[in-house]
């Protein structure tokens, strides 16, 4: 059983900072690839960032130069850094994993979402 969970969000003003956490429990053997997901109200979830276990990581164009995704494998925790926030970064944060129980293939698991609210 492998739980991820969220924390980190909530109301902030526009230009200001948060850092969300996301951490990884369980029987785990390795965490392949980590990704932040978000979904506003009425619309679809869509990658933030992704990171793999060496440290690439990949931005949505939205978020580049402002959002910075770090990794701690020794904890199996994942963090976003996020600045200059605006008003349409608003929106349930959700983080996944690619986990790896050691005796079957990899399995993708999600968090259950933290809010993020950018607003005056």
């Known amino acids: 059983q492998v739980q991820l969970v969220e924390s980190g969000g909530g109301l902030v003003q526009p230009g200001g900072s948060l850092r969300l956490s996301c951490a990884a429990s369980?029987?785990?053997?390795?965490?392949?690839?980590m990704g932040w997901y978000r979904q506003a109200p009425g619309k679809q979830r869509r990658l933030v960032a992704h990171?793999?276990?060496?440290?690439?990581?990949n931005y949505a164009d939205s978020v580049k130069g402002r959002f910075t995704i770090s990794r701690d494998n020794a904890n199996n925790t994942m963090y976003l850094q996020m600045n200059s926030l605006v008003p349409e970064d608003t929106a349930v944060y959700y983080c996944n994993a690619v986990v790896s129980l050691g005796t079957a293939g990899p399995v993708l698991h999600w968090g259950q979402g933290t809010q993020v609210t950018v607003s005056s």
């Open positions: 990171i793999t276990s060496g440290g690439s990581a």
């Open positions: 369980g029987t785990i053997f390795s965490i392949y690839v």
